[in-house]
């Protein structure tokens, strides 16, 4: 069982990081709906090189850096000044209790005039992890206000188990599942059901790994509102990436 004693003798993260960031747009109003946090080297390079780095002696020091350096480059950015949320993608493993492990992620959104509802908490679902645990870190966020996602469903252990147990606020569909949807019938009809299982719930799906006009397409015609993928906006060290938008019989109607 984690305890506060694993965070305060625990190691700090001496490597030095930066955010990049990428978007998840509404394709319908054409606007960012968040803009994702993603860890980057110093030098802009990959999160390969950081994530190597990251042990269980050092993991709630990381996750922490990783909070605090998204929100403020996030501020730097004004990322939220057309509306948008920063989603931040988090550790449960070092999270030991939820209400202490946030005080730096409030603290340096005070210090920086960032404001606590627009933040997106998204994690990855695991086998290693206790779901005890973890739905006690989701419905403790949500108490605080902050908005939770969960990552990668339909890959790997994110699926219906801890649906069943915690409707989050946001779940992204798996890339894999996207991926050529066009061309394959059985992607098709998983994701649609699992888009009307999701409405059903009231929970925003997200459909990422959109790398083409064609899947693009389809999930349009599935009505999906929110996107992420190269086909929009690969990720921008430091920045804010310009989207661009597929042009479809809707847009060009409304720019005519």
């Given at each position: 069982m984690m305890t506060c004693a694993a965070c305060?003798?625990?190691?700090?993260?001496?490597?030095?990081?930066?955010?990049?960031f990428q978007p998840i747009v509404d394709v319908k109003t054409e606007t960012v709906f968040a803009y994702e946090a993603l860890v980057r080297g110093q030098d802009g390079g990959g999160a390969g090189g950081v994530l190597a780095q990251v042990s269980a002696e050092n993991r709630y020091a990381f996750d922490q850096l990783c909070?605090?350096?998204?929100?403020?480059?996030?501020?730097?950015?004004?990322?939220?000044?057309?509306?948008?949320?920063?989603?931040?993608?988090?550790l449960p493993n070092a999270v030991y209790e939820p209400r202490a492990c946030i005080r730096a992620t409030l603290a340096a959104a005070m210090r920086t005039s960032f404001p606590v509802n627009r933040i997106i908490f998204e994690f990855t679902e695991d086998e290693s992890m206790d779901t005890a645990?973890?739905?006690?870190?989701?419905?403790?966020?949500?108490?605080?206000?902050?908005?939770?996602?969960?990552?990668?469903?339909?890959?790997?252990y994110a699926g219906l188990g801890l649906l069943s147990k915690f409707?989050?606020?946001?779940?992204?569909?798996?890339?894999?599942?996207?991926?050529?949807?066009?061309?394959?019938?059985?992607?098709?009809?998983?994701?649609?059901?699992?888009?009307?299982?999701?409405r059903d719930l009231g929970i925003d799906p997200v459909c990422e790994g959109v790398e083409t006009v064609d899947e693009h397409d389809v999930l349009r015609d599935l009505d999906v509102s929110l996107m992420q993928g190269y086909l929009l906006a690969k990720p921008a060290v430091e920045a804010l990436s310009p989207v661009s938008w597929p042009r479809t019989a809707e847009s060009l109607a409304r720019s005519a």
């Open positions: 305060k003798d625990g190691v700090g993260f001496d490597l030095p990081i930066t955010m990049a909070r605090t350096t998204a929100i403020e480059w996030a501020s730097k950015l004004d990322l939220t000044a057309e509306g948008a949320s920063l989603s931040i993608n988090f645990h973890i739905l006690n870190i989701l419905r403790s966020y949500r108490a605080m206000g902050f908005k939770t996602a969960i990552d990668d469903f339909g890959a790997g409707q989050p606020d946001i779940v992204k569909l798996d890339m894999a599942l996207i991926r050529g949807i066009d061309t394959d019938r059985v992607k098709r009809a998983i994701v649609s059901n699992t888009l009307n299982m999701l």
